[in-house]
């Protein structure tokens, strides 16, 4: 389900050239959300 969640985000962002930074990071918030929602806090423990 998450993959399927994760395609849709990332076929929904389109980016235009020429497009402001504020525009490009309004667009790509949704994966940014996504991703640190799904996201282990602690990738690696290292001993």
Do not use: C, H, W
């Not at 667009?27 to 690696?44: E, I, S």
């Amino acid at each position: 389900m998450e993959d399927q969640k994760y395609k849709e985000i990332i076929e929904g962002i389109v980016i235009p050239s020429g497009l402001s930074d504020e525009e490009q990071s309004k667009r790509y918030q949704p994966l940014a959300d996504f991703l640190q929602a799904n996201t282990p806090p602690m990738l690696y423990r290292f001993r």
